[in-house]
């Protein structure tokens, strides 16, 4: 089952465009060719940041997560952020269970 993580974090004063370069880098060099990376995405608001990824199954995102370039990178953020960064896993609701959850608008919407 396909599944997404989502990480939200608050860059420390003058930081915002530190942490969005490394968030950038980090979905280009390492999510992009990750096995079972399915989407990426860096997003800002202010200080405020958010990345989003998609992952095939909970198996392909662990795979990332166990890479060494993804430990630097988590490495990395703290010097960069206020506090902790906040990240949670969702699982997608597919209809049957499965798939990938992702649907052309119209598809199992309202009429």
Request: glycine share 12%.
């Amino acid at each position: 089952m396909a599944v997404f993580r989502i990480l939200e974090a608050k860059a420390r004063p003058g930081g915002i465009d530190r942490l969005a370069e490394l968030l950038v880098t980090q979905n280009d060099r390492v999510v992009a060719s990750a096995p079972g990376a399915l989407f990426a995405q860096a997003l800002r608001s202010g200080d405020q940041v958010l990345a989003v990824s998609s992952w095939e199954s909970t198996e392909a995102m662990q795979g990332y997560l166990d890479l060494d370039a993804t430990r630097e990178f988590y490495r990395a953020l703290p010097e960069l952020l206020m506090g902790m960064p906040t990240i949670r896993t969702y699982e997608v609701i597919a209809p049957d269970g499965g798939g990938d959850g992702w649907q052309t608008a119209g598809q199992g919407g309202r009429p």
